[in-house]
Each structure stands twice: as structure tokens, then as C-alpha cells.
């Protein structure tokens, strides 16, 4: 079976060209864990029964139908019931029923051990991102799905991983066990990534359990499969799976730059400094809703360029962002960035498209409205 | 037995003559009748009520197609080019919601109300007035269910399934409307089978025992009780969503100590069922179809029946292999797998049941035989992906993808709709007298056929190969199988307009039909004349028993 | 008794002879199979579940 399925993946590469992800375009991947090779192996398996049952039966099926046509004369029998045929045609499904069930079951329970991982990352899915945090590392960040609305609505040439790229993808390394904690903020989602075989539900309240072991280096695409409203086709999910000591290293960096703008915290900032990350958080957390250019899709999403209500009262604009709107779509966003995208990203709005307050709000300002 | 008639079926006509197999003439009827609307609105018969059904869900089958048509339309090509994905969430909730609860199920209701009592010698069924009022709640039901898209905010846009708390905290304000109509809609079919189960226990004909039923009967018998131990639950679970949403709980609200996953439980606790509710009935048709065409006795006919109960045991203990990425404990994921699995047995049996019963026989291809034919071949392919679908360690690959779409479609579409269809045709010339146009009734199937294929065949490729369900736009390696679905589903739908034309055409004139419309034919409904007159087996027949 | 678990097995499996279905429904009582049907039901429920209960460890 392995020299099958090197076989298969081999002639996958050649037709391919690139990745073994996406080898062939109409069948399940191999993907690049052993739990998901053992999977396809499952999956091709109990495929190919099917296929020779349907053989056999659609077989004597065609050939009744073809030799016992009553144009050609046939005249009916009166046979029925027979204790032994009916014996052997419950028996034999049953035994092979059982035959496939003690594979699969040796499968799951591997699926199941998420013992002894080197490595926690929490998962959590929001209308419509993923959050990841690498738990005992201080790393966190979202994940927002990076195709320009353009190629969505057809004025702009689509890109070859049209729907399926992010602003930051999710990074792993090979060769290490690394656990899923996967939890919602609002509804459920669910995290799947075909070339891992991983796709847990994401539960508001709950907190799922998944794991994986990366074979070999890539990048690997998948998207949220539970339907989580209005956006749930544009979450994608990226995951970069480097070489352990390059993982390492991409950490230690991930480690010192947070650590670096949590130092921001303290310090006065500019207005273009403000101004200049908070387009960026603009563009990655708010814009799916609110649109870049302030102007949101009313009355769900109301607009911010212009509203009087946000332009009047800045305690109140930082209070929204803060703590979201109950019964409404608006999240809060305390805890899912940090002061200084917070006070950048509110400044931002306070002065983008004309409506120019003037209001710098300081990173420190906001540490004291979350204590 | 006395079955209890209704008033105006009181046996007082006075020249009313019956014959020995059972047939009544109605010279005279000196009756009056309610005409126009108000025949149909106070109707308690069950021929009329049937055919009420059978036109509402016909309705509701193009309603549901062109929410299907519209989907497809958007999916035509990668991009948003057509509707936002709000409207397009709602689309796909209402395709799903409206075939299975308008078309599917009333279409199978109509049909139990038309054949049961002609197929067990009964007069009426046993409730009359009950059977009135099953009915007319239905287009109360989903007028409503339609009206919440007009309303502001829009309609149900969190799928057939309305997870929580997508369904409740996260929902458009008409979700209130949408339980109303459920709970009346299920209403309508706890009533609707309670009047099943009261006839097929009380009014058979003497002389006629439960194995000697069609087959039919039989399913209708066990998805009938089914529909009254499920439909409760449902009930029960749109009850705690609408007290989530008005009313301050928090059954499946997590931040108030509920369980979004509590929901799931209770909707495929009734959901599973459901599914069979819908495909047991279409067994029994197929399994009248297909002797009668191939002048062949059944060849397994107590096997058949214990084949029908057993798989509607089992659907009580397989809910939750719809949720095995949902974080089940291994120990319940294996029950569910293990249980799943089983379930292909009995439907095994079935399929080798007809088939062996096509064995040496006579057959013919009339086009109810074709449309028998293609539900065994399709509905076994669904029957095939379904037990893929139930090996879980796969399922965690196939869960929430197009594999599963394609998967319920063929059992729901070229399994129950086409079974509905071969119905239609079957029992067309006893309705009206006349047989169905060949000609047109073939191209019929054969567009239909060709369209189904077209449509859900490739949804097995884009399933594999990673897309998932419900969303309004996908990655460019998937345009491919979503054109071809769509061209395929545009052909299926514009297909059924040839359906209603056969139908329209019957009804007016046709070929006339003897009672026995088909020589094959054995049971009791063909001992009466086509059309069947409003009043049947006034007098019960003279049953004897085929030793089955 | 013996007689009636035997053709509840029977049922189960979908598979009875023609001879004892005729037997059964002319002298069995109805209610007896159906209260044994109810118990095997049961039974098969609890035994699924041991199995799953203990190949999960």
C-alpha cells in the first residue's frame, strides 16, 4: 500500500508540476501527514469496495434488464423468496462492513491522542477571521482573507489563490507534534486544512481538541466549513510549514516584536504613526464590514466616514471599539489587539475620509481604559 | 371493523349499486356539493386531499427550484456577479427548508392520501376532517416561511439546518415567523400520520392482514410512526430557540451556560429520521413499480418489510455521524460509525430484493418503470457515498463539502423525487382515467436523468478536492464542476416543465384507461375503475389474499 | 420463549424462514414478540456501546 500510495503521489508531482497538495484537482488529497495518507488510504479503499459492489450489482441489474425484455419474448418466472441467497446477501455486506470498520478504527483512535504535543496553538474563529495565538509564547495575531475586493467582483484580474490567501498565515513546524486548541467567538466556524486532515469545529463556549505532524515544508490552503454567516465563503485559512530551526528563529523575531510594541505602549506617538498603522488595521479588521472607504453597508454595517455620532464624542468611539455593540454585528475588540493597534486604528477613523478631528489617541489612554 | 364514515359519505345513495369486487357507481349523486373554492376548502375527501397535496407540493418543487436555480446561477462562475452572499445564504436556506418540508413530504402525504385507502379497500381514511385540516395548514405554513424574505432584514440565511447560535443570537429578526411556520408545518404532518396509522390499523379490508399489505402501506405504516416520534423534537428544539431569542434564555447560548452543541444533538435526533421519513415511502413505490413491470412477484417481500423496520430503528441511533467533527469523544464516535455502517445491510437488501425480482422476468420499459429503474441505480450511488460518509476518519475529510451535497442529493432528488415521479405516472391513469403521453413522458426522464447526472455527479470532485457547502464563491480550481453543475441543474429544472405538461395533458384526455391500467398490476386499487370515482369501496372488497 | 427470541434474531437479521413467519403469526402472541423486540433493541444498543466504550479505552 505505501509503495501505492508513493506511487500515486509520485505520478501526482509529475502531472502537478508544483506541490502534492493539490496533485489532482477532483480527488482527496494525500496531504502530508501520515494520519492524512492514512486517511486517503481509507478513503480509496472503501471507494474501490463500493465500486466492485456496484459492478456486481449494477451488472446483474443491466443484464436482467437487457436479456429479460419481454420484446425479446421472455416470459416471467415465479421463483421468490429463497432463505439461503437472502442468508448470503446479509451475511456478506455484514463481513465486510466489519472489515472496513477495524482500519477505520485504528485510524480514529490516532486521531484522537493529542498527548505529548511540543507546541499549542489556540485557534479561534470570528465573523470572518481566524485569530492565533501560540499559547506560553506571547505571539498572537489574526488572520484576514487578503483578496482585494476587485477580483471579487470581477474588476481586477483573479490571482492564482483567489480566495484562498491571507494577510498572515498561520506558521508551523515540520516534524513536531503540534496540538489545536479550538474554540468561536460568536458562532460556529470550522478549521479545516485538507492536506492535514484536520477539520474541527470552532464552538463559542467550547474548546475542541486537534493535532498535526507536517511532513514536509509548504504552504497549505484551506477555508472555514460551517456555515458562520454573511462571509463564510471569504475565511480562508494559510498555513506556512517551515523547517523546525527556520520555525525557531520566525518565533524569536514574532516574540521580540511584540515585546517591542508592547514598549510602544508607554511612549507618545505621532499622528503619521498613528495614522499609518491604524490604515493597516483599518484594512485588515474593520474594512470587511465598514469598507475602506468608511462609507459600510447600512444599515447593518453602519458607515463611519462622516457619522456625526463618532466625529462628536471620542469616548464613545473608543467605547464601541472596545466593547462592541451588543445585539448588534460589532464585536469587541479589547482583547483581540493590543493598545497601540487599538489607539491607532480608532485615530485612523477619527480622521481618514474628511473626517478630520484632529484627535490623536494614545496608546496609553486606552491601557488605562482597559485596567 | 366499522370503519366510522363521514356524514355526507353516509351510505344512503339511492341508487348507488355495488358490484362484487367492490366498485361503486355513482349514478346520481343527490348531494350537494360545495362548488368552486369552497369544494376545495371544506373537502374531506381523501381523493380530493390528495390531490390537494400533490398540487401544493408541485408548486412548492418549482418554488424550491428556482431558489435552487438562482444558487446555481450565482455559482456559475467564480466571482460575485449575481446576488450578495446575505441574499445567497437566504437562497440556499430556502431551497433546502421548502423541498424538504413543502415538496418532499406533502408530495408523499398526498400520495398515502390518494392510495392507501384504495390499496387496503378502505372508503376514506379514518379522519376525515382531521385530513382536511393537515392539509389547509400547509400553505398557511409556508406562505408564511415565504414572507419572512420580504421582510426587513430578510429571511432565514443559516441553511436548512439552523445551527445555533447562527440561528438564534446571530439571527434576522423574521427567525420568529420562520419557527411559527415550522411548528404548523409539523403540526400538519403529526396529524397527517396519526390519520395514516388510524387507517392502515382500522379500515383494511376483511380478510386482509398486515403481511398481505402493499408494500407501500407498509412503508408509509412505519415512516408514519417515525413522523410521530420525531416531529415532537423538532418542536421541542424550535421551541428553545424561540425563547433564546425572545425570551432571555439560554438553552444554546454559551456566555449564559447553554450549549450551541446541545442544538445539534436534538435537530439530528429528529433530523436523521427525517431523512428516512423521506425515503421509506419511496421504497414501498418502487417496490409496487417494479414487480408490476417485470409480471413478477417480489421476490423478498417479508424481507422488504423487515428491512423498512429495521433501517427506521436504526435511524434513531445514527444522529450523530452529522456532527462527527463537532468534538464527539472517541467512545461515541465509534458507536455512531458503527451503527451508520449497519444501517447499509437492510438497504442492501433492498436493492437485492428488486433486482432478483427483475431476474426472469417480463419486462417492459413504461416510463413509471424508467423513472423505478433509474432510483435503483442513483439512489444506490447515493447509497455508496453514504457509506463512505460513515467511515468517520474519511468524514473528517468529506464533513461540510460538496462530496456530502452530492451525497443527499442523489438519495433525496434521483431517489425521492424521481420515485414521486415514477408515482405520478404510475398512478396517473387512475386518477384521471387516461394514461400519460409515452412520448413526452420519456423525454421527461431522459432530460431529467441527463440533468441530475450533469448537475450532482461533479459535486463529488469539487467535494474531494476541497470546496465546501454554502458559499457563494470559490477558488478558481473549482469553476470547472460548478459550471457543469450548473448548466446540469438548469437543464433538470427547465425539464419539469414537460412534467407538468404531461400532467395538464392527462387530466384533459388521453388514452383511456381500463381498471387494471397495467397488466402486471396486482393490488386492490386496480379493482376499481379509472378514474376512480370520488366514492370507493363503500362496501368493502372481497380481499383475497396473495400469498405474499 | 426460546422460540420467540429466536425469531426476534430472526427479524433482525431480516431473514426467516417462510414456514415459522406463518408459525409465528398464526400462534404467537403479538405482544410477547413485541416486548422482546423492545428488549433485543435495547440489548443491541448496550452491546454497540460496550464495544465502542471499550475499543475507545
Redesign the interface.
Known sequence: MRKMLALMTGGGTLFGGASLAHANGWNMPVGVTDLSAEIYTLHMTIFWICVVIGIVVFGVMFYSLFKFRRSKGAKSAHFHENTTVEVIWTAVPLLILVGMAVPATATLQKMYDASDAELDVMITGQQWRWRYEYLGEDVAFNSNMSTPRAQITGEEERGEHYLLEVDEPLVLPINRKVRFLLTADDVIHSWWVPDFAVKQDTIPGFINENWVRINEPGIYRGQCAELCGMDHGFMPIVVHAMEEDEFDQWLVERKEAAEAEAMGVDREWEMDELMERGEQVYGSICASCHQADGGGSPPAFPGLAGNQELIDDVDWHIDVVLNGVSGTAMPAFRSNLNPVELAAVVTYSRNAWGNDTGDAVQPAEIVELLE | MAPKLPPHHSLQHSSTTATAGGQVHDDHDHHPQPRGIMRWLLTTNHKEIGSLYLIFSLIMFFIGGIFALVVRAELFQPGLNLINPEFFNQMTTMHGLIMVFAAVMPAFTGLANWMIPLQIGAPDMALPRLNNFSFWLLPVAFTLLLSTLLMPGGGPNFGWTFYAPLSTTYAPPSTTFFILSLHIAGVSSILGAINIVATILNMRAPGMRMMDMPLFVWTWLITAFLLIAVMPVLAGVITMMLMDINFGTSFFDAAGGGDPVLFQHLFWFFGHPEVYIMILPAFGIVSAIIPTFARKRLFGYASMVYATASIAVLSFLVWAHHMFVVGLPLAATLFFMYTTMLIAVPTGVKVFNWITTLFRGSITFEVPMLFALAFVVLFTIGGFSGLMLAIAPADFQYHDTYFVVAHFHYVLVPGAVFSIMAAVYYWLPKWTGHYPSEILGKWHFWLSVIGVNLTFFPMHFSGLAGMPRRIPDYALQFADFNLVSSLGAFLFGFSQLIFVWVIIKCVRGGVKAPAKAWDGAEDLEWSVPSPAPLHTFETPPDFKPVQH | MWGVIKSVLA????????RQ?RHD?EHGKPGAFILVGLLM?VVF?VV??A???Y???
Open positions: 427479524a433482525f437479521f431480516g431473514v426467516q424462514k417462510e413467519r403469526f433493541a444498543v454497540i456501546a464495544l465502542a466504550i475499543v475507545a479505552g
